[in-house]
Nanobody, 117 residues
């Protein structure tokens, strides 16, 4: 069982920035992939960014150039640096990991990000 604890959400003005954190139990190298997803009201959950065990990353087109996913191996923590935030980035952001051994998927509880003036 993997435990994920997210933090860092909040209210920010358009053009502002936030950094989300996801603390995971277990070694980061036991995960095939770690990622951030988001779900806005009335919409399906969508991939925002993902980082693979190799260190490779991929991003949704809507956040490329504004968001950066990273991880701290020593702290088993993943981050999402979000810059130049837009109102359409408003959503609940979820941390996700997929284990290397069983390809099991685990989710965090979610953290609200609201971009509004």
């Amino acid at each position: 069982q993997v435990q994920l604890v997210e933090s860092g959400g909040g209210l920010v003005q358009p053009g502002g920035f936030l950094r989300l954190s996801c603390a995971a139990s277990g070694s980061i190298f036991s995960f095939a992939a770690m990622g951030w997803y988001r779900q806005a009201p009335g919409k399906q959950r969508e991939l925002v960014a993902r980082i693979f065990r190799s260190g490779a990353t991929n991003y949704a087109d809507s956040v490329k150039g504004r968001f950066t996913i990273s991880r701290d191996n020593a702290k088993t923590t993943m981050y999402l640096q979000m810059n130049s935030l837009k109102p359409e980035d408003t959503a609940v952001y979820y941390c996700n990991v997929v284990t290397q051994s069983t390809q099991s998927s685990y989710w965090g509880q979610g953290t609200q990000v609201t971009v509004s003036s």
